[in-house]
């Protein structure tokens, strides 16, 4: 079976801390994305890798930087921890095939900043 | 670029009835289209989807969706609900030699005994 590993599942940071979200997918999958998860607004979309060292913004890429070292990890950085970031994290690996296409998502990082 | 609405953030319905949660997507190119459930305390997971073929596709569960590009709609139902299927419903869209991947705002589907 499919595995997106995502290394916390809770996480409490302070304001203007340096926070890490490492996300890891077991299928050689090369498109990786980072989404925030917020109530009434569904999943937006942060970055976005289509490869190794290859990344793209997504709609709210501000605040936020990624880091793709290698073909199974994509992490997503917070440089400065906002209070405004408080959200749930999910990371997504997508297969694409002929004629097929399907996102495996992570089970999330809840994140918590004081 | 492509855009993603639901209309209904939530949507209460009695055990055995029938629903239907709205989604309508803008795209000026053919895309992909996907409903994925998130079970309360759950991650995500691919419900159904349309790739090509058949406008009417289903799940295992007795969902089904039909794509209808004239309304560019991906309306998803099902014909009696029960209480497990509470849960919030995201649509989705992704464009054929396009990267991304959009999410519409969910919708809240609340089953009641």
């Known amino acids: 079976d499919v595995k997106v590993t995502q290394s916390s599942r809770y996480l409490v940071k302070r304001t203007g801390e340096k926070v890490f979200l490492e996300c890891v997918q077991d299928m050689d999958h090369e498109n990786m994305f980072w989404y925030r998860q917020d109530p009434g607004l569904g999943l937006r979309l942060i970055y976005f890798?289509?490869?190794?060292?290859?990344?793209e913004k997504g709609d709210i890429p501000e605040g936020y930087s990624v880091s793709r070292e290698k073909k199974e990890r994509f992490s997503l950085i917070l440089e400065s921890a906002s209070t405004n970031q408080t959200s749930m994290y999910l990371c997504a690996s997508r297969y694409r095939g002929a004629a097929n296409e399907k996102l495996f998502f992570g089970s999330g990082t809840q994140l918590s900043v004081l | 670029a492509q855009s993603v609405t639901q209309l209904d953030s939530q949507v209460p319905v009695f055990e055995e009835a029938p629903v239907e949660l709205r989604c309508n997507y803008s795209s000026s190119v053919s895309v992909y289209l996907f409903w994925y459930v998130q079970y309360p305390n759950q991650g995500l997971q691919l419900l159904l989807k349309?790739?090509?073929?058949?406008?009417l596709v289903e799940s295992i569960n007795g969902f089904e969706a039909e794509f209808n590009k004239s309304q560019t709609s991906f309306h998803l139902r099902k014909p009696s609900v029960h209480i497990s299927d509470t849960a919030e419903y995201f649509c989705a869209v992704s464009a054929y030699n396009f990267n991304k991947f959009y999410f519409g705002s969910g919708t809240k589907l609340n089953v009641k005994p």
């Open positions: 349309y790739l090509s073929g058949s406008t």
């Open positions: 890798s289509y490869d190794v060292k290859m990344k």
